[in-house]
């Protein structure tokens, strides 16, 4: 070992340590951290702040408004590059680090990597309590920076500069894991991201982590070639484990060889293309028909890359055959033995070829082709219907809206949503044509995602047209990032869907007797309720304060037209529509447990009771 040293802050140490880092699979080689996301504030404009200035020529800096958008910026980021290369967000003290709660709770959920370098109260403690600092009575070392334990897949205070050389490694090691990524916090005190310390010339040089496709079990993979020969009606749900992987490819062979359908969550959408003749599109309460109904009678459900969500199983009600059995393929054996599973802990393209390699030979009985293919038909119809249904002179619903980009897209597009009424929407009727197409982050479904996401996407894949589609709540929760996209000049699509107030939680506080309770954008009336006017919010006035070229199409014809112009655009543009709020997407096909009040005195919710104990009834726990 060289006794060769560089004397360095910590905070330069770190930043010179990241900028060393790489990811490598099937021999290519990524940066795993691309570059580094920062507010600044009295606890990291002198540590991290100055050592980013000096080692500027190794680090990207982006200037980001929020810090929470920061984070998801950086998970977007992350998706899209397969998990294989990711950033690192750094905060002051305080305020600025615990808003990067959600959306380290949002990486960590949805299993994809983002470093986060909050700053940290003095560790010698010379003047407590400092500005912004939380004074625990009996426990001095505890900060505000605690509150991200819970949601990191690794986490660690570097109290003195020597303590970065064991866990600056093993935060990487963690980030670089696919069974392990999410989350990773290194909380860095102010006074020690300021301390010099003589670092090991080691610890700079050039250290690749090599991302491992572990293969199945020999045992294992005969036992799941087994269950799938013995299935009548095996059905695999794909998860966005597939996509992760890059496994599109081999999940494609695996259908192809052997006929079995393939449903999808809504992270796995686009595992197979919409027209591939094994694809009956998303499965679970925001499912489709035919998927659900495939669901229903599956004797055989083989998850790939799936956590199995309440959405995906309809809250326990979907898998109703009285001898269903799962088979679970998964880098987690956490996921893999879910539902007293057969496992199959692999990497999903690994797995995925063993187990078409050991299935030479086999298809699934030709009925049962021909019945999920005519389901298949039915729905494309239904789809068809619901996307070009409507007078092109008219106020656009938000269906229409749907459909009129999917006329306008490309196969490289990608569209980002999270959370409102989209979702379902999405999920039923979106017609994925390329395999990172459909970016829906539904593990955390949090409000204010897409913005700064497509972003972190735009960044990630220079040239390739990105669309964050997000109703009137969602962009007055976050819309920070505009601010970055015009900044950076990252031609971002802005999709504004204003239906004046919260429509999706609407039309579920209707169903569970709630009565749209707090849910519309409307002033007060005089009986102290939200049911008066609309309110005079003007969210395109808004965007174009930001910097965003804003389009105000009225029709659906004039819709189209603004979504091509915006398509084409250079720069970052906003398409903001008012929308008829009337629903006019196909219903839910499965159940979803929102709990409902046992004892009520208004009829909507003694009404929503009975519904929802009729349908609790067809839950089932697979042991």
Request: glycine fraction near 8%; proline fraction near 6%; include cysteine.
């Amino acid at each position: 070992m060289s006794t060769r040293v560089h004397r360095l802050t910590t905070a330069q140490a770190l930043v010179r340590f990241l900028a060393a880092q790489y990811t490598e699979r099937d021999g290519v080689r990524h940066r795993l951290i691309a570059g580094t996301w920062g507010i600044f504030g009295h606890g990291n404009v002198a540590g991290i702040g100055q050592a980013l200035v000096e080692y500027a020529d190794v680090m990207p800096y982006h200037q980001g408004r929020s810090e929470q958008a920061m984070v998801h910026a950086a998970v977007g980021y992350a998706r899209h590059l397969d998990r294989l290369s990711a950033q690192a967000v750094t905060t002051s003290i305080g305020p600025g680090a615990t808003n990067l709660v959600t959306g380290a709770a949002l990486a960590t959920v949805n299993r994809l990597p983002v470093l986060l370098l909050p700053g940290d109260y003095f560790a010698a403690h010379p003047a407590d309590p400092l500005l912004q600092q939380l004074e625990h009575p009996v426990a001095a070392d505890v900060s505000v920076n605690d509150t991200l334990r819970p949601v990191s897949r690794y986490f660690d205070r570097i109290t003195r500069p020597e303590a970065l050389l064991g866990s600056a490694p093993s935060a990487m090691r963690v980030l670089a894991d696919p069974a392990e990524t999410g989350a990773v916090t290194l909380a860095l005190p102010q006074d020690v991201q300021a301390q010099a310390f003589d670092w090991p010339a080691e610890f700079f040089a050039d250290r690749v982590w090599r991302v491992r496709r572990p293969a199945p079990d020999p045992a294992e993979l005969a036992d799941a070639a087994g269950a799938i020969r013995a299935a009548a009606r095996p059905l695999i749900v794909a998860g966005g484990g597939v996509h992760h992987s890059r496994a599109e490819d081999a999940l494609r062979a695996l259908a192809d060889a052997t006929g079995v359908p393939v449903a999808c969550t809504q992270a796995g959408k686009g595992a197979l293309r919409h027209d591939h003749p094994a694809d009956v599109g998303g499965v679970g309460h925001t499912g489709t028909a035919v998927a659900d109904a495939l669901a229903r009678a599956a004797d055989l459900v083989i998850g790939v890359g799936t956590r199995y969500s309440d959405f995906t199983t309809a809250s326990g009600t979907l898998f109703q055959h009285p001898r269903v059995r799962f088979l679970n393929l998964n880098i987690t054996a956490f996921d893999a033995h879910k539902l007293a599973a057969r496992t199959l802990v692999c990497d999903a393209r690994t797995g995925l070829e063993a187990l078409t390699e050991a299935l030479g030979g086999h298809r699934v009985d030709g009925a049962y082709t021909a019945e999920y293919r005519a389901g298949k038909e039915r729905w494309e119809r239904v789809v068809q219907a619901a996307l070009r249904a409507g007078d092109d002179s008219a106020v656009p619903t938000q269906t229409q809206v749907i459909g009129a980009l999917d006329q306008v897209v490309g196969e490289p597009d990608v569209v980002i949503n999270a959370a409102g009424s989209l979702p379902g929407d999405l999920h039923k009727l979106w017609r994925a044509r390329s395999r990172r197409q459909y970016h829906l982050e539904y593990g955390y479904s949090c409000m204010g995602y897409e913005i700064p996401a497509a972003v972190g996407v735009q960044q990630a894949a220079p040239g390739t047209p990105v669309w964050a589609l997000v109703g009137d709540g969602t962009y007055l929760m976050n819309p920070t990032e505009i601010v970055t996209a015009v900044q950076e000049n990252l031609p971002v699509k802005l999709v504004v869907l204003q239906n004046h107030g919260y429509a999706s939680i609407g039309g579920l506080s209707e169903s569970v007797g709630a009565e749209r309770f707090g849910t519309a954008y409307r002033y007060r009336a005089a009986d102290g309720s939200f049911t008066g006017d609309p309110l005079p919010v003007d969210l395109a006035a808004n965007a174009a304060s930001l910097g965003m070229a804003v389009l105000r199409p009225r029709t659906v014809a004039e819709l189209r037209a603004a979504l091509a112009t915006a398509r084409a655009a250079n720069r970052p543009t906003c398409v903001y529509v008012e929308t008829d709020p009337a629903p006019t997407a196909p219903p839910a096909e499965a159940w979803w447990d929102v709990p409902v009040a046992e004892v009520a005195a208004r009829p909507a919710a003694a009404e929503a009771r009975a519904v929802y104990e009729r349908a609790a009834a067809g839950r089932r726990r697979h042991l």
